[in-house]
């Protein structure tokens, strides 16, 4: 399969989306004897060339399906792509001996490739995550007949063709019914446009002069307990952590061993009690 994916990604729909469906289209149909002796040389043979041939002839029926989802406000080339994935896992998965056409047995796979990625993609907070809601969710879209609320009536209807309560229905078209909002203002907008984003309703706390105070308050007193720790160090110690910690250029533990005629392991032994008897001080 690696060379068909190859191929297909290579045609996969780009800015140009009628060129790709064009392409597709004029790729030739197989007649049943071809698909039947393609599909099984790809099943005994493992014949990646038989399966290119099954996918590249069946990437219009693809784009005959992406377009039934139009309705969900999704890019028609990603849907396409989507499928795509779909149809290659249906020839993978396909069974000459079962009697029956490769477009039949594909459009399970296409489709549900194309309901994960409405799933994904049609709400930033996910409308449908159990099977019975995914259900529910496709049902409903296509048995609604208007764009506003439905009534008790058609609530009820639904609610008993799908075999599910009217109060689950209305939770699903609520869902359905709500909008994602954009959290900045979108590119281009105008002062007037950018000040109603979400964005410029938050409290900006680095201008608030209590927190700044406060912060300002906090450094302060860690340096002041810093400093008295440090002042509480043998001058050996204040100088190591000195030198390793609160300088540009700092000094390496086998410098300071050549230095104090030690060992780097005892210079390392320094510099960790000394820091462990700051942390006590200034936690005290």
């Not at 690696?2 to 140009?16: A, R």
């Not at 019914?177 to 309703?201: K, L």
């Not at 406060?214 to 050996?236: H, I, S």
């Not at 000195?242 to 210079?267: N, P, Q």
């Amino acid at each position: 399969m690696g060379t068909s994916l190859q191929v297909v990604e290579n045609l996969s729909p780009g800015q140009n989306l009628d060129a790709y469906v064009q392409t597709v289209t004029a790729i030739p149909v197989l007649s049943v004897e071809e698909e039947r002796s393609l599909a099984e040389r790809l099943h005994y043979e493992g014949d990646v060339e038989a399966a290119r041939q099954l996918v590249m002839s069946h990437l219009r029926f693809v784009v005959h399906v992406a377009k039934t989802y139009s309705g969900y406000g999704l890019p028609l080339g990603d849907l396409i792509q989507e499928g795509n994935v779909g149809l290659m896992k249906a020839v993978k998965r396909f069974d000459p001996t079962m009697g029956v056409r490769l477009v039949s047995f594909a459009v399970h796979w296409v489709k549900a490739e194309m309901h994960e990625f409405i799933l994904r993609n049609w709400r930033i907070v996910k409308v449908a995550t159990t099977k019975a809601q995914r259900k529910l969710f496709f049902n409903l879209r296509s048995k609604k007949k208007a764009l506003g609320w439905m009534t008790n009536d058609e609530v009820n209807a639904i609610a008993e063709d799908l075999g599910v309560e009217a109060k689950t229905v209305r939770q699903m078209e609520g869902r359905m019914a709500s909008v994602d909002t954009a959290f900045d203002a979108p590119e281009g907008a105008d002062d007037e446009q950018a000040a109603w984003a979400p964005a410029h309703y938050l409290e900006d706390k680095s201008a608030d002069p209590s927190l700044l105070l406060e912060d300002a308050n906090w450094e302060e007193d860690a340096q002041r307990r810093l400093m008295g720790a440090m002042a509480e160090l043998d001058d050996r110690s204040k100088d190591i952590l000195a030198r390793r910690w609160l300088t540009d250029d700092k000094a390496t533990l086998h410098e300071l061993a050549a230095e104090y005629g030690v060992s780097a392991e005892r210079i390392r032994q320094l510099e960790k009690n000394a820091m462990k008897k700051i942390r006590v001080t200034m936690e005290a």
